[in-house]
């Protein structure tokens, strides 16, 4: 059974850090037969990409929003994605999901070809 489960959401203050973690079981994360990535979701507004990380050659790819202060990795023996969130502003506050696709393509501009979900992590920034 394929399954992700995201963990490593809290509060923050404004300018801090939180890392999320995302551990697959039911499926490899390091091949070209899937993608990962992390969507997140605020309240009264649509499901967005942030980050994606491709299967085999592990290329990686940001929503402008979040480049260069997020960054998206894995650790293939633990088959855990990350995503290291830096300089946190209080518009990062969402819901954070990861999801995974098949095929090694990343796409973040629509939830579509992802039908593996995980149930979500709050992050809340916030002085």
């Known amino acids: 059974q394929v399954q992700l489960v995201e963990s490593g959401g809290g509060l923050v203050q404004p300018g801090g850090s939180l890392k999320l973690s995302c551990t697959a079981s039911?499926?490899?994360?390091?091949?070209?037969?899937?993608?990962i990535a992390w969507f997140r979701q605020a309240p009264g507004k649509e499901r967005e990409g942030v980050a994606c990380?491709?299967?085999?050659?592990?290329?990686?790819y940001y929503t402008g929003s979040v480049e260069g202060r997020f960054t998206v990795s894995r650790d293939n023996a633990k088959n855990t994605v990350y995503l290291q969130m830096n300089s946190l502003k209080p518009e990062d506050t969402a819901i954070y999901y990861c999801?995974?696709?098949?095929?090694?393509?990343?796409?973040?501009?629509?939830?579509?070809?992802?039908?593996?979900w995980g149930q979500g992590t709050q992050v809340t920034v916030s002085s």
């Open positions: 990380i491709s299967g085999a050659n592990g290329n990686t």
């Open positions: 039911g499926f490899t994360l390091n091949t070209e037969t899937n993608a």
């Open positions: 999801a995974q696709k098949r095929g090694e393509t990343c796409v973040i501009a629509t939830t579509w070809p992802y039908d593996t």
